[in-house]
């Protein structure tokens, strides 16, 4: 338990000294935010800030640190490392620089953002690739809950996954005063104290199933011959997810960018909300480790999660109710399923402003939107019929990568707008390390180049070019952002996107 409370401590003694240094990094002005220089009534709404955090939070903590962080347990504390490191050094600075990017930039979807940075190409690409991530995110955010729901209801996984579209389909349409105004901040505080019982219950449960503490040990359960024990590097990274870092986060910023009343609400905003969302991934893997770990008597290891299926509808299930009994159990799964829905609902909405952004579509005309919504729900109820671990997959590494192209855009960002361009490593070192962790994942994962089943081999492989194109980027990046010495407020100059 010593572990936990020192995990614990450090991520909120972190949002305070190292959020403090990365807001002064970015110097916070007076300008008028979009939604105070130009209103619309539908994305571009003023919002006070005690509403704008549970707004963030509520968008970018969906299934990520609770579904993510129950099967990074299965690696044993040393997912404690990730998430508490993560989220200081590169989760939050990532949804930060996002959200200030995007707020600087008259509110633009971070594809347009990215693409402002880093190129054409990548503008391009971004464009394709944040459409694609974010409707996997809102399947993954549909089937997730709706599988929880029919456990506690007479209606099956089908029927609770149409219910849930209709929801989308209305917070997709709808100015985000509507709806998303009006009720994220209940949910938000659910969410809350949801994660708070489960850790009390944890506590009160140390008699049987004690919380471990710290070890770097890989305690991944493997198979009865010894194989079958999957490497933290770079599984666990990627499996994690938004409990960390979560590139997902980034589409999410703009929403609230075209919200927030002033630049100085930024960090308790979005560097706040991805600390809060990494005390719930840490309270949720802790818990997971403790019940696990202990499932059928003292230190049996991690078997049964594995068993399982590491973090679904059943194992979350399975903890509310042992937790917190047949009363309390059902009241914590209720912020569970609040929890993906209030995430799924803003992911199609950003798919919706991304397409918007890229063909400068009118967002207040209704036809339109109506355009663009429906075919992007209906493609998400398509891919909701696919297996729910294979879409996972694929959600988790596109959102690493994208996590990794947003901090490379925060860097050139930082390298090209201020006279010390030293600044831009906050966002660099991260940017490297992720670079690293998706390349070798692309390399060694089963539904990407598969190394990983050649064995030793093949995991030196992924290893060497993961490392190696993470150099790359970084003297690609190096070169770039320091090859003008004279080019320091320049680019501070440029004209914002702007809207039609």
Known sequence: MITFFVALAILIVGYIIYGALVEKIFKPTEAPTPAMANPDGVDYVPIPAAKAFLIQLLNIAGLGPIF??????????????????????????????????????????????????????????????????????????????????????????????????????????????????????????????????????????????????????????????????????????????????????????????????????????????????????????????????????SGTGLAALKAIGGGNSSSVYEMCVALLGKVGGPIALLGVIVCPITSGDTAFRSARMTIFDWFKLDEKNIKVRLSAAIPLLLIGYGISFINYNVVWRYFSWSNQTLAMIVLWAGAVYLATNYENKNRCWIAACPATFMSAVSITYLMYAPECFNLGAKGATGLTVSYTVGIVAAVVFLAIFLFTAYRNPEASLERQKATVIGRK
Not at 233 to 256: E, K
Request: net charge positive.
């Open 68 to 297: 993510g962080a129950i099967s990074g347990a299965m690696w044993g504390p040393s997912v404690y490392i990730w998430i508490v490191l993560g989220t200081l050094l590169a989760g939050a600075v990532h949804d930060f620089t996002a959200g200030m990017l995007s707020e600087r930039n008259d509110g633009a979807s971070i594809s347009e953002v990215t693409g402002k940075y880093l190129g054409p190409v990548m503008h391009n690409v971004m464009r394709v690739f944040s459409v694609i991530l974010l409707v996997l995110v809102g399947v993954v955010f549909m089937v997730g809950p709706a599988g929880l729901l029919a456990k506690i209801t007479p209606l099956d996984v089908k029927m609770w996954t149409i219910i849930i579209l209709c929801y989308y389909f209305l917070a997709t349409l709808l100015p985000i005063d509507k709806i998303i105004g009006r009720v994220y901040p209940l949910f938000g505080i659910l969410l809350i104290l949801m994660a708070f019982g489960i850790i009390i219950g944890t506590m009160i449960h140390s008699g049987e199933r004690p919380m471990m503490e710290m070890t770097i040990k890989n305690l991944y359960p493997g198979n009865v011959d010894g194989t079958g024990v999957k490497p933290i590097w770079p599984l666990m990274f990627i499996t994690v997810a938004c409990g960390a870092i979560s590139g997902f986060h980034a589409t999410q910023s703009p929403i609230v960018s075209r919200c927030i009343k002033s630049e100085k609400d930024g960090r308790r905003i979005f560097y706040g909300a991805m600390v809060a969302e990494g005390i719930i991934a840490l309270i949720w893997a802790s818990a997971a480790v403790a019940f696990f770990w202990n499932k059928d008597g």
